[in-house]
């Protein structure tokens, strides 16, 4: 059984990836993860916050090799398309997010990240 707190992460996961930063709603996380709205902002308290740590998860399960360039399943919960669509639809909180998770290297993962979505392009 799930913490409330984990079934809300996993949630915020599958939402953010389907739906990017501006396309997704504290209460489509509730819902997603039956809880209340005022538990997200409890345990996370703001959208934002939460974004940081989906990024978070999503790099690094791209960096340790947990994600293969080609994921199985729909194209829209592929980390490798998140990665394309925060990119080109939201840039600027991306490289942002990027800067605060990463301050020493973050311009050398953004480069990963753009040859990622470069070479996944080519399938």
Same mark, same amino acid.
């Given at each position: 059984?799930?913490?409330?707190?984990?079934?809300?992460?996993?949630? @915020? =996961?599958?939402? #953010?990836?389907?739906f990017?930063?501006?396309?997704?709603?504290?209460?489509?996380i @509730?819902?997603? !993860? *039956?809880?209340?709205?005022? !538990?997200?902002?409890? #345990?996370? +308290?703001?959208?934002d916050r939460?974004y940081?740590?989906?990024v978070?998860k999503?790099?690094?399960?791209i960096?340790?090799?947990?994600?293969?360039?080609? *994921?199985?399943?729909?194209? /829209?919960e592929?980390?490798t398309? #998140?990665?394309?669509?925060? +990119? =080109?639809n939201?840039?600027?909180?991306?490289?942002?997010?990027l800067k605060?998770l990463?301050?020493?290297?973050? *311009?050398?993962?953004?480069?990963? %990240?753009?040859?990622r979505? /470069? #070479? @996944?392009? %080519?399938f």
């Amino acid at each position: 059984m799930l913490s409330t707190e984990d079934k809300i992460l996993h949630a @915020a =996961y599958k939402i #953010f990836l389907l739906f990017g930063y501006h396309g997704t709603t504290i209460q489509q996380i @509730a819902m997603q !993860a *039956d809880v209340n709205k005022s !538990a997200v902002h409890y #345990f996370f +308290r703001s959208k934002d916050r939460l974004y940081v740590i989906i990024v978070k998860k999503v790099l690094d399960s791209i960096i340790n090799n947990k994600v293969g360039i080609i *994921d199985q399943g729909n194209v /829209e919960e592929n980390p490798t398309w #998140f990665l394309f669509t925060e +990119r =080109y639809n939201n840039n600027n909180l991306f490289e942002k997010t990027l800067k605060e998770l990463y301050p020493n290297d973050w *311009d050398k993962i953004l480069y990963g %990240i753009i040859k990622r979505i /470069e #070479f @996944a392009s %080519i399938f």
